[in-house]
């Protein structure tokens, strides 16, 4: 009788724990705005924010002394070969010696040629094939005879890096260097003049307070839908662990695919694939003294603001879910191409970035348009990539 009772109790407790679930979503109804200015408010803050207000910041902080670095001709020359897997430069070695540890794992010499160092971007996959020969010892060494091939001014000049010949290699140089007469250099490759830029930690902790300025009107425009969307995951906070998990599964799903695609657009538009300028940007300031500027940026607040823009704004203007999935894909791709130097290029490299898109916009409307979903995915992809940047 007793336990009757006790399986009684229990019933009459889920059934009011259910009306009272029922009772907080009919009274936290998303208190939509009768227009949808709060949404394209939400857009246009984050593009003047991101881009005009970037700009002032940018041009304000290179005015205050010590926020700006100087790099010498010998450093832009390596500036330029970072940026482009198909460079090649030789450098006096004593000289390159001085630089190596900034740009480690970026560029690498190859070998030496005389008393030069023969430099290359780390992620040229043609390298060892080209200037790697095995020795008697079966042991892989520098080949200068085909350097001799790629410096050659004749015929049987060495100018691409594959055999299709769709990859040409590029020589870069300053015009200070004393190289051989046959180092040929084309005038969009000279070095004539230093760079001045500013440096990683200043950047990073310009993209700080930026991140930081967007997310405030953000949460000042579109405070009702995250107050909406929190009282409603907390619904379901016992499923967030499988939320997150199966959102990253999708992006690692995701990431075979994008890098298929890259690989078959840099085949038949004859580009070989590179770091994104955005992300090479991003692993810079992580091996700077801005580093945890840029991890607060990356990790937490970017997520945040991007999530809030792409897809909780995105959507809200657009009712079809599978076109907000696509435009927002777009638009986000975009947003972190726009440091790509050609459009082959953001292609090629960034498609990951529409993918990644497509797939937090997709967590979006699987989880009933909750923002956290996607933000709480995109702040696990971030973190981890993060933590791969520091073992690599």
């Known amino acids: ?15 009011f724990e259910d ?29 003047i924010v991101m881009f005009f207000l970037a700009g002032l910041v940018m041009v304000w902080l290179r005015k205050i002394p010590g926020t700006q670095k100087i790099y010498q001709k010998d450093e832009m020359v390596l500036e330029y070969l970072i940026e482009d897997l198909s460079g ?10 001085q630089y190596e540890d900034d740009y480690l794992g970026y560029v690498k010499s ?71 007469p046959t180092y040929l250099v084309s005038p969009d490759y000279m070095i004539e003049d230093q760079g001045v830029g500013l440096t990683y930690f200043w950047s990073a902790f310009a993209q700080f307070i930026l991140m930081g300025v967007a997310l405030a009107f953000l949460f000042l425009f579109l405070k009702n839908d995250i107050v909406y969307d929190f009282k409603e995951i907390k619904l379901i906070r016992n499923q967030w662990f499988m939320i997150i998990a199966t959102g990253y599964l999708y992006i690692i799903l995701g990431n075979i695919a994008s890098n298929l695609i890259s690989m078959l657009l ?28 840029m991890i607060l940026a990356a990790v937490i607040i970017g997520p945040i603001v991007e999530e809030l823009v792409f897809r909780k704004s995105i959507f809200g203007l657009i009712k079809n879910d599978t076109v907000a999935v696509i435009v927002s894909a777009l638009l986000f791709g975009a947003i972190h191409l726009t440091q790509e130097s050609s ?10 970035y529409f993918v990644m898109g497509a797939i937090f916009g997709y967590i979006y409307v699987k989880n009933k348009r909750n923002i956290y979903a996607p933000i709480a995915v995109h702040m696990v992809v971030n973190l981890i990539s993060v933590i791969a940047i520091f073992f690599m």
């Open 88 to 97: 090649l430069t030789l450098m006096d070695t004593a000289t390159f010696e």
């Open 1 to 15: 009788m007793i336990k009757g009772d006790n399986m009684e109790d229990k019933k009459d407790i889920i059934e």
């Open 110 to 180: 190859i070998g030496t040629y005389g008393t030069l160092s023969v430099v290359y971007h780390t992620s040229n996959p043609y390298i060892e094939d080209i200037l790697l020969i095995k020795d008697a010892n079966d042991e892989l060494v520098f080949n200068p005879v085909n350097l001799e091939a790629i410096l050659s001014d004749g015929e049987d000049r060495l100018a691409y890096w594959d055999a299709e010949k769709t990859i040409a290699i590029t020589l870069y140089q300053h015009d200070e260097q004393v190289l051989p």
């Open 266 to 293: 840099s085949s038949a538009l004859n580009f070989p694939p590179s770091e994104a300028a955005n992300q090479l940007a991003i692993i810079r300031a992580l091996n700077s003294n801005g580093v945890i500027f």
């Open 19 to 47: 009306l009272f679930k029922e009772e907080i979503k009919e009274r936290n109804k998303p208190p939509r705005p009768e227009e949808r200015y709060n949404y394209i408010k939400g857009i246009f803050t984050y593009i």
């Open 343 to 352: 459009v082959v290029e953001a292609l090629v490299n960034g498609i990951s």
